[in-house]
């Protein structure tokens, strides 16, 4: 999807070409310059390279910055809420393993 929500879309059947032009409706969010429904990284990029089409400088800067994080799932959402295992449980795993295999030369 392009910045702003806009999408075209072409298909073709039987012959005929059929072309569909979308604007995707939804509460504008502040600090959101790329319309994907989030105040993140991105958006500062965009206002970075062009101030004055995203509010001006510095209140274009001052409402990304005040709605930084707002929106949809950031980095990392995608764990699901898995944990991580500590260092400490990873060494007692390999430690573990390392017994094991110390057990099975001494009987072999």
């Known amino acids: 999807m392009s910045?702003?929500?806009h999408t075209t879309t072409t298909l073709t059947w039987n012959g005929t070409t059929y072309t569909f032009d979308s604007q995707r409706a939804?509460?504008?969010l502040a600090g959101d310059y790329?319309?994907?429904g989030k105040v993140d990284?991105?958006?500062y990029v965009l206002w970075r390279k062009s101030p004055g089409t995203f509010g001006g400088d510095p209140a274009?800067?001052?409402a990304w910055r005040a709605n930084f994080g707002i929106g949809g799932p950031?980095?990392?959402s995608s764990l699901g809420g898995a944990s991580v295992p500590e260092p400490s449980t990873i060494a007692l795993i390999g430690f573990g393993l390392i017994g094991l295999v110390g057990c099975r030369r001494r009987a072999g």
Request: net charge negative.
């Open 3 to 5: 910045p702003g929500g």
């Open 26 to 28: 939804s509460a504008s």
């Open 34 to 36: 790329n319309g994907d």
């Open 41 to 43: 990284a991105q958006d």
């Open 60 to 62: 274009g800067y001052n």
């Open 74 to 76: 950031g980095a990392g």
